[in-house]
């Protein structure tokens, strides 16, 4: 099925570090959402973005939703080993049946 | 509030036989269910939809006789595999949310670790 461009696909920081990552797509999307998962879990909500320009803070996590609508980027400032996990977007297209379109995720590895 | 529970949380069954996984929703009403699959370094894969007392929307490819799904109640979908093959070893994952279809407002299970022999 149709997927968003996630990347990067991993990253190795050191702790402390600041994380970014960004998904885009062909299409312009109504909701961007970023989640992430821990293993052997389900994904957890992080940051819902809702209109273009929108940007949310949750704690050290920044999200944009872009002017174009056709992307979204996740900061996060200061990592910490918690931070480790796979982090998807996910986002509802603006022509879409209201199904979710996901990231392939970034998988987030913190040197220690 | 927002807590959703799967069970059982890991299986391992012999081929042929089949498997019931459930979701609850703990501290809301869901009006609609989701179930995904998803692989071993892969992203999510919605398998169906299901709202409550109605029969599940399945996606392109997902076999209905092979998934059967049933949210009996506004806190409870079964997903059942059915005559499980070693293939369909994965991490089954259901959501759910509060109001019809809300794709954006989903909360997530733990997830089922399946198995099969």
């Known amino acids: 099925g149709q997927q968003l461009n996630q990347s990067p696909q991993s990253m190795f920081i050191q702790e402390g570090e600041d994380v970014s990552m960004n998904c885009t797509s062909s299409s312009i999307f109504n909701t961007w959402l970023w989640y992430k998962q821990d293993p052997g879990e389900g994904p957890v909500l992080l940051i819902a973005l809702y209109k273009a320009g929108e940007l949310t803070s949750n704690g050290r996590l920044t999200a944009q939703f872009g002017i174009t609508r056709k992307d979204s980027f996740l900061n996060i400032s200061a990592s910490i080993p918690s931070d480790v996990g796979i982090y998807f977007c996910?986002?509802?297209?603006?022509?879409?049946?209201?199904?979710?379109?996901w990231g392939a995720g970034t998988k987030l590895i913190i040197k220690p | 509030g927002a807590v959703v529970s799967q069970h059982p949380s890991w299986v391992i069954c012999k081929s042929g036989t089949s498997v019931k996984i459930e979701c609850r929703s703990l501290d809301f009403q869901a009006t609609t269910m989701f179930w995904y699959r998803q692989f071993p370094k892969q992203s999510l894969m919605l398998m169906a939809t299901?709202?409550?007392?109605?029969?599940?929307?399945?996606e392109q490819g997902v076999e209905k006789d092979k998934f059967l799904i049933n949210h009996a109640s506004l806190t409870l979908s079964t997903l059942t595999v059915t005559s499980a093959h070693p293939e369909d070893s994965s991490f089954y994952i259901c959501?759910?949310?509060?109001?019809?279809?809300?794709?954006?407002?989903?909360?997530f299970g733990p997830g089922t670790r399946l198995t099969v022999l």
């Open positions: 299901s709202n409550e007392g109605s029969k599940a929307t399945y």
């Open positions: 996910a986002g509802l297209p603006m022509d879409s049946n209201y199904q979710l379109i």
């Open positions: 959501s759910a949310a509060r109001d019809y279809l809300a794709y954006n407002e989903q909360f």
